[in-house]
T-cell receptor, first 114, second 115 residues
C-alpha cells in the first residue's frame, strides 16, 4: 500500500514555542491530506482537511490561527502548532488520500509541551 | 454532520473465542465503512472495509456486516489470537470522497485477548 511518513515522530518543547510537523506521501501524490489529534485512550478527532494549493478547512472548534496548515505540494503538508501549551500535548496523525480516494495514515507525532 | 457510536469501549475475550464490535451511524448518505486496528503508539491500519452495496464481507478471520436500514455495522473476529489485542476503530464516510468529505471515527474498542 501507499506510504505516508511524518516527521518528527516525537517532540518535546517548552510552553510558548511553535512546533512544525511534516506529513509526506512518499510514493503517491495527495491532493488532500487530513490532520487528526488523538488524546490517550481516545479516538481520532479530525482537526482539518488540507488541500493542495488552497486554504485548509478546519473543523468546528479548531483554531486556525493556533494550528497553521500548509499544503504547498502534492506530497507535503505541514501542521504548525503555534505558541504551544501543555494542553496541546497529544498524538498528531496525518493521513493522505490517493487518486483512488483511499486514505493512508502516517505513523503519528507525539507532542509533549512542558 | 455524521456521528458514529461504537460499543463496547472495552472487550476482553479468551483466546479462540469470537469478538464482536458494533457501530451505529447517523448520516444516511454514508456509504463507506472501514475498520482500523491501532496498536499502542502506532498508526491506524485498515483491516477491512465495506461499501453500502453489500451486506457482508469476509477476510479470513475477520468479517464485517452492514445493515443500512438500521444504520449499523459490526466487526466480527473469530478464533481470536493474542496478536489481535489492540484498539479497533470503526468509521463512516461517503465514497468516493471529494475533497472535504472525511472519515468520522467511532470512539474505539480496546480488545484484549487473554491466552
Amino acid at each position: 500500500g501507499a506510504v505516508v511518513s511524518q516527521h518528527p515522530s516525537w517532540v518535546i518543547c517548552k510552553s510558548g514555542t511553535s512546533v512544525k510537523i511534516e506529513c509526506r506521501s512518499l510514493d503517491f501524490q495527495a491532493t488532500t491530506m487530513f490532520w487528526y489529534r488523538q488524546f490517550p485512550k481516545q479516538s481520532l478527532m479530525l482537526m482539518a482537511t488540507s488541500n493542495e494549493g488552497s486554504k485548509a478547512t478546519y473543523e468546528q472548534g479548531v483554531e486556525k490561527d493556533k494550528f497553521l496548515i500548509n499544503h504547498a505540494s502534492l506530497t507535503l503538508s505541514t501542521l504548525t502548532v503555534t505558541s504551544a501549551h501543555p494542553e496541546d500535548s497529544s498524538f498528531y496523525i496525518c493521513s493522505a488520500k490517493d487518486s483512488y480516494n483511499e486514505q493512508f495514515f502516517g505513523p503519528g507525532t507525539r507532542l509533549t509541551v512542558l | 454532520g455524521e456521528n458514529v457510536e461504537q460499543h463496547p469501549s472495552t472487550l476482553s475475550v479468551q483466546e479462540g473465542d469470537s469478538a464482536v464490535i458494533k457501530c451505529t451511524y447517523s448520516d444516511s448518505a454514508s456509504n463507506y465503512f472501514p475498520w482500523y486496528k491501532q496498536e499502542l503508539g502506532k498508526r491506524p491500519q485498515l483491516i477491512i472495509d465495506i461499501r453500502s452495496n453489500v451486506g457482508e464481507k469476509k477476510d479470513q478471520r475477520i468479517a464485517v456486516t452492514l445493515n443500512k436500514t438500521a444504520k449499523h455495522f459490526s466487526l466480527h473476529i473469530t478464533e481470536t489470537q493474542p496478536e489481535d489485542s489492540a484498539v479497533y476503530f470503526c468509521a463512516a464516510s461517503i465514497f468516493p470522497r471529494a475533497a472535504g468529505n472525511k472519515l468520522t471515527f467511532g470512539g474505539g474498542t480496546r480488545v484484549l485477548v487473554k491466552p
